[in-house]
């Protein structure tokens, strides 16, 4: 039996027209199966007690991509350039990351959640990097298969001993980033400008952090690919779970 991973959707509320979804993108769940992992979709929709009890029936956490982080959680009021806000999604990952690091299981945060994971710990976010003048150029219109700039690894990171090199080219679909990072975090990888693009754990063995989507189009890359090779990571330190 292939291990269990929690991964975490969103939800969308109600309209006139529709009830409340739990949604996610496919691809999450093609890229996790192809490492070789099973994913369980831990939704907003669940209880805390039901998220309680998924998370712990599993080896590990994905922390999804989607909309921002409350500012709230991290002690600022919204400005005008902050987008749309899921607090029952904030709710529901807050509670399944809490369990997944009392049980010490790896977790991977993609984009939101790489966001997510230093909120946790007590950092913060620049709510619109333009607005904050922290950079440009980072919101990516070109399709999901391809790479939008490069970023600098550290080598003795666990994405850096991963991939191999110091070097990654990585696709970019955000508009906030880490401002001031988390004391329980360390700064892996950044791009030219000084964007934080990774993160782990000084306190977990495997807590990691990565502000692009490692899933959007490594469902059909090779194996040598450095993304295939983050997610293959994960898998390892699952498995080793």
Known sequence: MRPLVALTTSIQPSSEEEKPKAVIFASYITVLERVGLTPVLVSPAHSPEAISDLVSACSGLVLSGGADIDPARYGQAPIPELGEVNLPRDAAEFHALEVALERRMPVLGVCRGHQLLNVYFGGTL??????????????????WGSHHHSVSVEPSSIVGRAIGCDRIEINSYHHQALDRVAPALQVTARADDGMVEAVESREHSWVVGVQWHPERHEADAPETDPNIRVLAAFAEAVRGR
């Open 126 to 143: 620049h709510q619109d990097i333009e607005a904050a003048a922290a950079g440009n150029g980072h919101v990516q219109t070109s399709p």
